[in-house]
């Protein structure tokens, strides 16, 4: 298929003239990969110079924290040994090498000898123990590219999804064709103009994240819907304690971040091995928010760190006299389910809540509740969508057809006289940091303007919004102890309310605040129903469930609710301009 290719996203004939009306649509694009000799994606060069590029890092992490740090090497190093030893007495992972404490002990040894050394040799010994600490690291931190086993990855994640997002009562549901399931898997947004850009550049993605799916679906949306060569990813080290995932993700370019450590050293290596990597012109995806949203909200503060070392590549660049940019692209992901749900939202509720939050014991135990999600997993039909946000460079400026940065006013801008003083290209740490705030407000911005709606979403953010009005003498953590039986809403009050809401989502896309589906061209009775039907797939007990003998919409989770519900808060301002903050943005 080729560029010119593009596959649009219909409605169903029935609601063709709502869709006149009201005007919405969207792309889905799916493109032939850019360059389909694997040998020749630079995340296959970086990995054929794996042992060459881990010194490079070792060297550099060595001279920065020897230009920058305020402490003596040995201290540093002494610091970082204190912090190892409380981090493998209170957190310890299956992952986790079996030598580590001897590893730290003997470190520790060496320090103590050297200090009782001639300050000169104890200098020369102390940085050859920081490069033993930092080649540890960087050992541990710099992934692998195997194409065999890519191309392995690529046939199973096909019949994963499969699995996942076709119905088992549907013609060759697991064993169909490929473009079947593609149909599910949506792209959207800028696709276009990231393509060419990886002619420009180095592309670095920054997705959003609420599930530990998100790695993997990314990059198969990646590869077989947006045709970019594989990127750099981040992945915490704590999904290597699965083997199996492990031995995978080891191979397929991934590189570990391990949150638990919070030393100085640590920190360095791992910005100094991004800034490089961007620098060799390896495309790179990392989730800027840092985990998983235990909200469900979209990211509205993010992580400073790696973003940060996007603007010293960029610096550095151009004090090489390189022309290439770094292009920074905001990515959201749309799930109508995210399968650990209710974990992160009990995790969010318990740290936010404290002493408030009590978690729910179920009177009605649900009987054969663990087929509920073998049942949802043959019976159910999933659609997700992935938005490529407008690619902007390292000071948050959108860019252009041409791979032009222009700022708020319109007017072409070049990037080399944000590092410019006078005549000469400085490193200012304090401007640079002032760079990064900027950026990360653009990104934030763009999750929101480039966010797909899901009915799914609407109908969780109507429902709850809906029960906390008539539930208006509780608190919102009196609302999560509420039994099915109590959650009873009256359909036509719901829908009347709702309809109000469906006509200001629908001016906040005419404004390109956010992305609707085509779902949103139907009445809003059947946006709402549609919206119930794919809510909380997998999940035991149902956020939103719709009694037709009753007419009436009740939900058996209420706190899954409000994680679902939470995927639109970002827009509450927008809706409700003059109202101020509901009690239910917790």
């Not at 749309?334 to 318990?350: H, K, Q, W």
Request: some cysteine; aromatic content about 12%; overall charge positive.
């Amino acid at each position: 298929m080729t560029e010119e290719n593009i596959k649009k996203s219909g409605v169903d004939a029935t609601s063709s003239d709502m869709k006149a009306k009201r005007g919405v649509e969207i792309e889905d694009y799916d493109f032939d990969l850019i360059e389909s000799d694997l040998k020749k994606w630079p995340i296959c060069h970086l990995a054929d110079q794996r042992k060459a590029f881990i010194e490079e890092v070792n060297q550099l992490t060595v001279n920065n924290l020897l230009r920058y740090s305020d402490e003596g090497v040995q201290e540093l190093i002494a610091k970082t040994i204190y912090l190892e030893k409380i981090r493998m007495k209170k957190s310890t992972w299956k992952v986790d090498p079996p030598n580590e404490k001897l590893f730290w002990n003997r470190i520790e040894d060496k320090l103590t000898q050297i200090k009782g050394m001639p300050q000169e040799v104890a200098r020369e010994k102390s940085r050859e123990l920081l490069y033993r600490v930092i080649n540890r690291y960087t050992e541990e931190i710099v992934g692998d590219f195997k194409t065999n086993t890519f191309k392995f990855a690529r046939k199973a994640l096909t019949a994963f999804f499969k699995v996942l997002f076709n119905k088992f009562w549907e013609k060759y549901p697991f064993w169909g064709p490929k473009s079947r399931l593609l149909d599910k898997v949506k792209v959207t947004g800028f696709v276009p103009l990231v393509r060419k850009l990886m002619k420009k550049g180095t592309v670095v993605l920054v997705p959003t994240h609420s599930s530990n799916l998100d790695s993997i679906y990314l990059g198969y949306a990646i590869d077989f819907k947006a045709g970019l060569p594989f990127f750099c990813y981040g992945a915490g080290l704590n999904l290597y304690n699965s083997e199996f995932a492990a031995f995978y993700m080891n191979r397929m370019g991934a590189y570990r971040l391990d949150r638990r450590k919070k030393n100085a050293i640590y920190l360095e290596t791992l910005k100094t091995m991004s800034k490089r990597m961007t620098e060799m012109g390896v495309n790179n995806l990392f989730f800027p928010g840092g985990t998983r949203s235990r909200s469900g909200k979209i990211e509205s503060k993010l992580k400073l760190g790696l973003l940060g070392t996007m603007i010293e590549a960029q610096r550095s660049l151009i004090q090489n006299n390189s022309n290439k940019k770094v292009f920074v692209v905001p990515v959201i992901t749309s799930y109508p389910f995210v399968l650990e749900a209710r974990v992160l939202i009990d995790e969010y509720l318990r740290s936010e809540g404290k002493e408030k939050y009590f978690k729910r014991k179920f009177k009605q135990v649900k009987r054969f509740s663990k087929l509920t999600f073998f049942n949802h997993l043959f019976t159910k039909n999933q659609t997700t969508w992935v938005s490529f946000g407008r690619p902007l460079d390292v000071l948050g400026n959108i860019i252009n057809e041409k791979g032009e940065s222009v700022d708020e006013r319109g007017r072409v801008v070049d990037v080399k006289d944000y590092f410019t003083v006078g005549t000469l290209i400085k490193t200012n740490n304090q401007r640079e940091s002032i760079y990064t705030k900027v950026l990360a407000d653009s990104i934030v911005e763009s999750y929101k303007a480039d966010n797909v709606v899901l009915p799914c979403h609407f109908s969780a953010f109507v429902a709850f919004k809906f029960l906390a009005k008539i539930n208006d003498d509780k608190d919102i953590f009196d609302l999560f102890l509420l039994e099915e039986r109590d959650t009873g809403l009256k359909w036509r009050p719901l829908v009347t309310y709702a309809e109000d809401m469906h006509e200001k989502f629908l001016e906040l896309c005419a404004e390109k605040k956010l992305k609707l589906t085509p779902a949103f061209n139907a009445d809003t009775e059947t946006l709402l129903l549609n919206g119930i039907e794919e809510l909380g797939h997998y999940s035991v007990r149902k956020p939103l469930k719709y009694l037709a003998k009753s007419r009436k919409l009740c939900s058996e989770d209420v706190k899954l609710l409000f994680f679902y519900h939470n995927r639109l808060q970002v827009y509450e301002r927008d809706l409700y301009p003059d109202r101020e903050t509901s009690e239910s943005e917790l």
